[in-house]
T-cell receptor, first 114, second 111 residues
């Protein structure tokens, strides 16, 4: 039973480029969360999605960031016109649809903006 | 969101010594979760506490939830090198649908 999958694991982008981060939840999980982690910091919630729906995006920056979880395929976190401050580890987590709160994290995507 | 504060930020211990990290909230928590993140790794769920005064054990790890449900602790007995990492507490239901994490306690073990 595969865990949460994320790709790429490492991504280097120049300032102004776009970054696309992908997440496939655990089999049977329908809830996906995205978090950002700066070095030596805790994780900051960004967005919570279910299939084809954004449930809570209160942690997403208002500009340049978007997320989707289509009916088919992985969840995508998209960052347009990246800046150096976007450099961080981005983790995706999934949880089962049975109301339990624990979340299962993917290996993360380490984004470096040069 | 409603924050959870963790102390200490860093803890150096000799291998074999005990370790404790504390998590505090100014508001009552519906539950508290604990995660471990190894260096370069991703957070791994350890446990969730829900009931006032709850105590749960996992081998050398003991988790407690305060009577007022405003604080929690994780205690590791006789640390081993495999315990190295950052331990995070996290709350749910703090206003956002995601988890609100503390800043973590970095456990460094000296052999």
């Amino acid at each position: 039973n595969a865990g949460v999958m994320q790709n790429p694991r490492h991504l280097v982008r120049r300032r102004g480029q776009e970054a696309r981060l992908r997440c496939s939840p655990m089999k049977g999980h329908s809830h996906v969360y995205w978090y950002r982690q700066l070095p030596e910091e805790g994780l900051k919630f960004m967005v919570y999605l279910q299939k084809e729906n954004i449930i809570d995006e209160s942690g997403m920056p208002k500009e340049r960031f978007s997320a989707e979880f289509p009916k088919e395929g992985p969840s995508i976190l998209r960052i347009q016109q990246v800046v150096r401050g976007d450099s961080a580890a981005y983790f995706c987590a999934s949880s089962p649809p049975n109301g339990r709160d624990e979340q299962y994290f993917g290996p993360g995507t380490r984004l470096t903006v040069t | 969101g409603q924050q959870v504060m963790q102390i200490p930020q860093y803890q150096h211990v000799q291998e074999g010594e005990d370790f404790t990290t504390y998590c505090n909230s100014s508001t009552t928590l519906s539950n508290i979760q604990w995660y471990k993140q190894r260096p370069g790794g991703h957070p791994v769920f350890l446990i969730q506490l829900v009931k006032s005064g709850e105590v749960k054990k996992q081998k050398r790890l003991t988790f407690q939830f305060g009577e007022a449900k405003k604080n929690s602790s994780l205690h590791i007995t006789a640390t081993q090198t495999t315990d190295v990492g950052t331990y995070f507490c996290a709350r749910s239901g703090g206003g956002a649908d995601g988890l609100t994490f503390g800043k973590g306690t970095h456990l460094i073990i000296q052999p």
